[in-house]
């Protein structure tokens, strides 16, 4: 006869500990790390923008892609965002409005 696994015996993902181990981006150290060129991750970008992350997927599904994306190689294939991209919608965001651009 088996006994039956308790369903959070069975359930043990490795996004819990990751959660535990990293403390959650801070805004300056990710547009620091953007401006210096690097590309970032969806859930990054939606923290720097103060968006939804879901909103960073529509946008790239959108036609052509409000922001260009490449797929980190290896596990997962996570999509990274394009540092120009990025940069520009944190400008347009921070533009007040009826002010010109320079």
């Known amino acids: 006869?088996?006994?039956p696994i308790p369903i959070t015996a069975r359930r043990k993902t490795c996004t819990a500990r990751y959660a535990l181990a990293m403390p959650p981006p801070d805004p300056a150290d990710l547009e620091k790390r953007?401006?210096?060129?690097?590309?970032?991750?969806?859930?990054?970008v939606a923290k720097l923008l103060g968006v939804d992350p879901a909103t960073v997927w529509r946008w790239t599904k959108?036609?052509?892609?409000?922001?260009r994306y490449r797929h980190r190689s290896g596990r997962g294939r996570y999509r990274e965002y394009h540092p120009e991209d990025v940069l520009r919608e944190l400008e347009s965001s921070r533009q007040v409005e009826g002010e010109s651009q320079s």
């Open 34 to 44: 953007v401006r210096e060129g690097a590309w970032l991750l969806a859930g990054d």
């Open 62 to 67: 959108s036609d052509p892609p409000f922001l």
């Open 1 to 3: 006869m088996q006994i």
